[in-house]
Nanobody, 130 residues
């Protein structure tokens, strides 16, 4: 059984940092694309970042324009865990953050699509006050 469990959310002030974690089980973790998405109240779920295996020990990361330069995605294959380091947080980053897993290899440019991810966590709330 596949499980994804997020943690690390909370309430912070603008400019602060948070690190989200997503512990997984039941996956062939090292070869899965792991993504972070978020959903603000009243809005659709949107892509934040992903990290994909590209063979050997090479991984490729991709970010939404809105978080580029502020957020960093990383993974620890020994712990089957993916992280999202969020710096310089803004009120518009307020949302429920979800991690997700896609076990397939896809062509670049398509990993931002919600429907490509088979497995999802329950989400963790991040609230950024101004």
């Amino acid at each position: 059984q596949v499980r994804l469990v997020e943690s690390g959310g909370g309430t912070v002030q603008g400019g602060d940092s948070l690190r989200l974690s997503c512990a997984t089980s039941g996956l062939s973790f090292s070869s899965c694309t792991m993504g972070w998405f978020r959903q603000a109240q009243g809005k659709e779920r949107e892509f934040v970042a992903r990290i994909s295996w590209r063979g050997g020990s090479t991984y490729e990361a991709e970010y939404a324009d809105s978080v580029k330069g502020r957020f960093t995605i990383s993974r620890d294959n020994a712990k089957n865990t993916v992280y999202l380091q969020m710096n310089s947080l803004k009120p518009e980053d307020t949302a429920v953050y979800y991690c997700a897993a896609d076990p397939r290899i896809r062509r670049s440019g398509t990993y931002h699509l919600v429907q490509h991810y088979d497995y999802w966590g329950q989400g963790t709330q991040v609230t950024v006050s101004s």
